[in-house]
């Protein structure tokens, strides 16, 4: 429930804490349901795998409307668990995607009419802490997210130890946590570059990080919307990721960043050098980013189109 909890309460919000475990309990599910009978609830929105096959289940003993989410470009589950949540969204009252690319997996490969699917993109919150500012000397690359395969970190770490024949003084800062924790260690080491990269772990005000970063790396296999990729365009700082989901909608080619054209380290460390050595992409990058954050990707827009979701369900 950290940090969101905590910032929740103080802003008056209830928040109820259920633990959570790898296994499947419905136990949980009527611990939960219990939860949300006893307040008057209209409507139940929900992100996440697991939270979503719960709270659908809860919901349905408490005969309230659903809402449930896809937060990738696809479902990242398999085997039984997979089916479970294709069930629970296939039956949903309403499903939010955060990006075009999801919302076309869930009409084309689940089957769910496209009347019960809508997009709402993350949004991000422009705040003077926020606004465009020179990078960082010597150049910090950075990457914000899940330490997980998804996330193609590995690719990342190969292909920074490539750029630092071009880049000597540059260092890769790696933020967050995750099952790949390990295994990108012992890469870090066995390609002899420990002293240049540092992981951070989780950082709570990782805005401020951002902002310093030279550019910020996203090679994942998949993504839906990340949050991460809007945040950093929202403070100028150029991108270099991987053409996946809505990516393309954020990063702008040669003008919020650089899209990969495969996969490759060679080809990534050649764009991380580009992008952390191009004043004039930061420049166009600081114009040009939070313009488009501020046009597309807004709280008050977003809060508009969610409120009408919870309308259209609930009829009030």
Known sequence: TRPFGDELRDHGVEVISIQRSRGFYLRRMGHLARALEERKIDVFHVFLDAANVYTWGAARRADRPCVLSLRNERLRLSGF????LSQALR???????NSNTGRRFLIERLSIPRERVTVIPNAVTLTSTTSPRPASHPPVIGYVGRLDPQKQVDVLVNAFSLALDRLPEASLSIVGAGP????LSDLVRR???AERVHFKGLVENVEEMIAGFACLALPSAYEGFPNVAIEAVAMGVPVVAAPVGDVADIVLDGRTGYLT?????????????RAASDPALRRRAGQEGPALARRNHSVETAVERLIRVYQKVTGK
């Open 91 to 97: 039956r949903a009252d309403f499903v939010v995607a």
């Open 261 to 273: 054209t495969d996969r490759l380290p060679r080809t990534l460390a050649d764009l991380l050098v």
């Open 191 to 193: 390609r002899g570059i």
């Open 180 to 183: 790949e924790r390990e295994r």
């Open 81 to 84: 668990r997979r089916w479970v």
